[in-house]
């Protein structure tokens, strides 16, 4: 059964004092009738936040980088804008790539508002960045019939340099790097701009053929968002919607182009008289992993209102939707989908976020890899089932001691006091009410839904539990959270985190973890795979264990991390071996002569198996 | 599994109920009761209906209506709180049934009953709706007749209700009444639930002193209570947390009626 979930009114700004279940300081004292008491409280408060400051491990580096640029939600101007600017507080990403091939990650930053400028971070290699997104040609995406809503690195033409995929309400752009710090905005040519109000998309080489595809989701059915003709255009359901925008899957032509093959793949169901439906839910997050190790990606889809969907790969150009056996049929509100072996067990798992609130306690899944394209949700037995209302989260190893933990962004929108709740289950409990009409649904103003939402950072207590530790590293902030990138901006073993806000201005936190827990990154590159190595496994024998690692093409929920395979090895000097499997099918075993290092690894050098 | 293995049982059970006479609801209650007994309920379903629409402000038959369906969708979905379609054909029973008599109270309160029986199998957003249409139909209850157990209900389901909705107030307000009216009853074993559900009410509503009087006065009448005693036992943040587990809407909540007649 559920446990009762967070204290305390979620509803409350950060600096009142919560209403109701957490007992602050003060109040305590007063219960206890007693001034003095409260002085010493005061007191143990101050030592105990001294205390925590001393013991964090991320460093806000925000400002000094350069990155502080603020992003802005778009405000529409149309009869539903009001309504609309409650559920469209969407667009801020951070994508991790190192697209100038220096040795060291760039990110790039999107922007929502109309004229809003995106960011593209050229890493100067001394945890400091310069904007070169003007320079660079990718700056501009926001404008009256467009609004950004993610991004995406991808080598679309197979040349070794990351190209930059801008997902967006309206029409995608394909920016192709030139390699000289300019690129070209080659949408049309490639065939993936047609009118979508995408919102998420990731690329893996679903059939082996060398090149990535582009599969990506979309939030609204595609309409003109911004000047919409009927005002039905909102979900019909709170848990079984399936008006939404659905998924688009684009096959790579190896010659600069796509093909739209949804259906040819399968990524939808067939009636009793044959017709193929496309997938129709209000997607938010897409993740690609390898479920049951048979070297072909499998699809995860994570939806808004409604059923999440598990996709295996046939391994012949086509999926399966398992989702009754994989996952079962959910009606929550999936916002995040990574992938990650938590538990070293050799099969890959999935963290997925919903909504958990005083007001709806859905919790997040943290799918167990059952191995035999079953998964089972471990989120409540291992304390990461309840983070508010969730956006993205990442697998990463933030401590270097060999266990996967778990960043968490949340909060929905953090305004005023006053809680929008009422207004929308007074919608809500409305007889016969049409929620596919948006003027059914009440306008947000000023007020507060799931917002002043504290970050979460699970610590992994050895596969087994999760312990937040987002407090003590200074990393519970407030702000409405949405995208999360990892990156070893400094090369120095330890893992850095970019946070994206919405309406808000971002976070660079700087790992200075002071152990002594030793590490090793790869940077893989495919020779007959794809060169950027999507899809390709790791397996790393150190210290009697072997651990999993894999590279993703850009699963999580508005973030993309880097694409170099990091282990923290803890005490562990020496690494036996590594296995890579290709995303091409071969498997190569690799000596690793040093740790603490990133060493590069290429498709057909090392000892076949 | 049962019913399949005798199929033919429930075939003879259903021409037996329609042999007995519409006029004695009492006896196609007792065929109804006797197929939960068998776990067959299947069977059991259609007496239990024929009862309840017979006499439709029986407390009693109504709830072992609403035992049968839930004992009947759990057991074909263990693995979950049931199958919300199995919930819907139960509320569209009462529905009707409430129709075809608006002035049986107690049909009302069996409504509401059938609402909060769906609301662990629902989805978050659908658990607040079938919250909201219970707490209709108690209230139509209440209007007919302002008994203790309907006072009681929904003064209780007002508590499950996130406070951002304001509704923990009202929920004393219908516990008080409740209490009010058992104080003047001989005492009975179910009148400790007032005293737990309106101690939770002032906890709710930030009245802790109150809370901890009603308590030990309900542990005094009901010292063998382990709701009262847990509470009892608990302060501050603890007992805050035991109070939100006991009121997790996500948890089922035991409506089976059978208290009230079995102490009577």
Redesign the interface.
């Known amino acids: 059964?559920?446990?009762?979930?967070q204290?305390g009114?979620p509803?409350t700004p950060a600096g009142l004092p919560a209403?109701?279940?957490?007992?602050s300081a003060p109040r305590?004292a007063r219960?206890a009738g007693n001034l003095a008491g409260a002085c010493l409280i005061c007191v143990a408060l101050a030592v105990a936040a001294e205390q925590t400051i001393a013991q964090s491990w991320f460093q806000d580096v925000t400002n000094s980088a350069g990155v502080n640029a603020r992003h802005s939600n778009r405000v529409f101007d149309n009869p539903y804008a009001k309504i609309m600017e409650g559920y469209t507080a969407l667009g801020a990403s951070a994508t991790v790539a190192d697209y100038d091939g220096d040795g060291y990650d760039d990110v790039f930053v999107t922007d929502s508002k109309l004229g809003g400028k995106n960011h593209l971070y050229h890493n100067n290699h001394n945890f400091t960045f310069t904007d070169v997104a003007e320079a660079a040609g990718v700056a501009d995406s926001n404008d009256a019939s467009d609004a950004v809503a993610d991004s995406l690195w991808f080598d679309f033409n197979n040349d070794g340099k990351p190209d930059l995929f801008v997902v967006r309400f309206g029409h995608n752009q394909l920016f192709q790097n030139m390699g000289n710090g300019k690129f070209k905005d080659v949408s049309k040519q490639a065939g993936i701009d047609s009118y979508k109000n995408a919102i998420t998309a990731i690329a893996f080489d679903y059939d082996r053929d060398g090149k990535l595809d582009l599969f990506v989701g979309a939030y609204f059915q595609p309409i003109n968002i911004f000047k919409p003709e009927s005002p039905r255009f909102f979900p019909e359901s709170?848990?079984t919607a399936n008006n939404g925008g659905g998924v688009s899957v684009y096959h790579n032509n190896g010659d600069g182009t796509f093909t739209d093959v949804t259906e040819k793949v399968g990524l939808g169901t067939r009636d009793e008289n044959g017709k193929f439906h496309r997938l129709s839910g209000w997607t938010l997050d897409l993740g690609h992993a390898d479920a049951d190790n048979d070297g072909f990606d499998d699809l995860y889809v994570a939806c808004d209102f409604g059923t999440d969907h598990f996709f295996h790969n046939n391994g012949d150009g086509t999926f399966s939707d398992i989702t009754e056996k994989a996952i079962g049929i959910d009606?929550?509100k999936g916002m995040n989908v990574d992938w990650g072996d938590f538990d070293n067990d050799g099969l890959l798992d999935i963290y997925v976020t919903n909504?958990t609130d005083?007001?709806?306690?859905?919790g997040n899944f943290l799918w167990h890899n059952n191995g035999n394209l079953t998964f089972s949700d471990v989120s409540r037995e291992t304390g990461t089932a309840e983070t508010g209302w969730g956006w993205g989260a990442k697998f990463f190893d933030y401590d270097n001691d060999g266990w996967l933990d778990i960043y968490v962004t949340n909060g929905w929108v953090s305004a005023g006091k006053d809680?929008y709740?009422?207004d929308v289950?007074k919608m809500?409990?409305t007889p016969n009410i049409d929620f596919a009409d948006a003027r059914n649904w009440p306008p947000m103003g000023d007020k507060s839904l799931s917002g002043y939402e504290k970050k979460k950072l699970f610590h992994n207590e050895k596969g087994q539990i999760f312990k937040d530790e987002a407090r003590r590293h200074g990393v519970d902030s407030i702000r409405d959270g949405r995208g999360v990138a990892i990156a070893d901006f400094d090369n120095d073993g330890r893992l850095d985190m970019f946070v994206a806000n919405a309406n808000g201005e971002p976070y660079l936190y700087r790992n200075t973890e002071p152990t002594s827990n030793h590490w090793v990154q790869f940077a893989l590159e495919g020779t007959k795979s794809n060169k950027t190595a999507v899809g390709a496994q790791v397996r790393l024998k150190a210290g009697g264990m072997t651990r999993l690692q894999f590279i993703s093409g850009g699963n999580s929920f508005a973030g993309q991390s880097s694409n170099r395979v990091h282990f923290g090895l803890g005490e562990v000097a020496k690494v036996d071996q590594i296995e890579v499997r290709w995303p091409a099918g071969e498997r190569e075993v690799f000596s690793v002569p040093a740790v603490d290092k990133i060493q590069k690894i290429v498709e057909g050098s090392g000892k076949r198996k | 599994m049962s019913y399949r293995r005798n199929s033919l049982i429930p075939a003879l059970l259903i021409l037996l109920a329609g042999s007995v006479s519409a006029d004695d609801p009492n006896a196609v209650y007792e065929k109804g009761a006797q197929a939960m007994v068998s776990k067959d309920y299947a069977s059991a379903i259609p007496l239990l209906q024929q009862a309840v629409q017979a006499d439709p402000d029986n407390l009693r038959d109504a709830s072992e209506l609403r035992q049968a369906v839930l004992r009947q969708t759990l057991a074909a979905h263990p693995k979950s709180e049931g199958a919300t379609a199995d919930f819907d054909k139960d509320i569209a029973f009462f529905d009707q049934l409430t129709k075809a008599h608006p002035a049986s109270a107690n049909a009302y309160l069996n409504f509401g009953f059938a609402y909060v029986d769906k609301i662990p199998a629902?989805?978050?957003?659908?658990q607040?709706?079938q919250a909201?249409?219970a707490l209709t139909e108690f209230t139509k209850s209440i209007e007919l007749k302002p008994t203790w157990i309907a006072l009681y209900t929904r003064g209780n389901s007002y508590l499950y209700w996130?406070?951002?909705?304001g509704r923990a107030g009202l929920g004393v307000a219908d516990l008080e009444k409740a209490y009010e009216i058992q104080k003047k009853e001989p005492k009975k074993s179910y009148h400790v639930r007032v005293y737990i559900s309106l101690g939770d009410g002032y906890w709710?509503t930030?009245k802790?002193d109150k809370a901890i009087e009603i308590w030990k006065e309900g542990a005094a009448a009901f010292p063998d209570s382990q709701g009262l005693k847990d509470r009892l036992a608990k302060k501050?943040?603890d007992l805050?947390?035991y109070i939100?587990?006991v009121l997790?809407?996500?948890?089922r909540v035991d409506t089976d009626l059978k208290e009230l007649w079995r102490t009577q």
Request: net charge positive; no cysteine.
């Open positions: 059964m559920r446990k009762a979930g204290t009114n509803l209403l109701r279940t957490r007992v305590a219960r709170f848990e009606t929550k909504i005083d007001y709806m306690r859905e809680s709740v009422p289950f809500v409990t | 629902a989805g978050s957003i659908t607040v709706i909201n249409n996130p406070k951002i909705f709710k930030e802790p501050g943040d805050d947390k939100n587990d997790d809407p996500n948890k």
